[in-house]
């Protein structure tokens, strides 16, 4: 696997990982890239 394999796959978690916050925040959440 390549280095665009492995951000591609980091940016897939991170990603993941925004969408889980957000759903999951009591409060309203703006996500900045």
């Known amino acids: ?3 665009h ?3 591609g796959v980091s ?3 991170l ?3 925004a ?3 957000m759903r ?3 409060i309203p959440v703006t996500i900045v890239r």
């Open 24 to 26: 999951q925040a009591p």
């Open 11 to 13: 940016r897939l978690v």
């Open 15 to 17: 990603v993941s990982l």
């Open 5 to 7: 394999g492995r951000e």
């Open 1 to 3: 696997m390549g280095s």
């Open 19 to 21: 969408e889980s916050v």
